[in-house]
């Protein structure tokens, strides 16, 4: 069974998201996603910092051995971090995806729009379907 840390939401698309002390939104993909789209070869993230993101916004894709994946934005708002480390360090989301291999962090324009995520007892049961 994939990961599924309790502190954080999730969407559909099998993104994850972590609520910062200081109000912004690290995102990245769970556990789930990095094991079926197996070794990781390539990430692009096609946002600078600054740039604003709506809910369900393609932000880049992740390539591995077996397919490309798009990623969407779990809320809307403005990025003000991108890992620069994903260039050099892909597998990274593999190893730990919730830690070193975590893609934008993003300050809400709705604080309430994580709430609104899937909590980790729905993701699961998504999972189930």
Not at 74 to 100: F, I, K, R
Request: glycine letters at 8%.
């Amino acid at each position: 069974m994939s990961k599924i840390p309790s502190n954080l939401r999730y969407t559909k698309d099998h993104e994850w998201a972590r609520l910062e002390g200081d109000g912004t939104v690290v995102v990245g993909i769970t556990d789930f996603a990095a094991n079926t789209l197996g070794d990781i070869t390539f990430i692009d993230l096609r946002i600078a910092p600054g740039a604003n993101l709506t809910a369900g916004a393609l932000f880049g894709t992740v390539d591995s051995v077996k397919s490309v994946s798009e990623l969407y934005a779990p809320v809307e708002g403005e990025v003000v971090e991108v890992n620069g480390e994903l260039d050099a360090t892909p597998e990274d989301v593999n190893t730990d995806c919730y830690g070193d291999g975590w893609m934008v962090r993003i300050r809400p324009t709705d604080a309430a729009a994580f709430e609104r995520l899937l909590t980790a007892e729905q993701y699961e049961a998504l999972l189930k379907e």
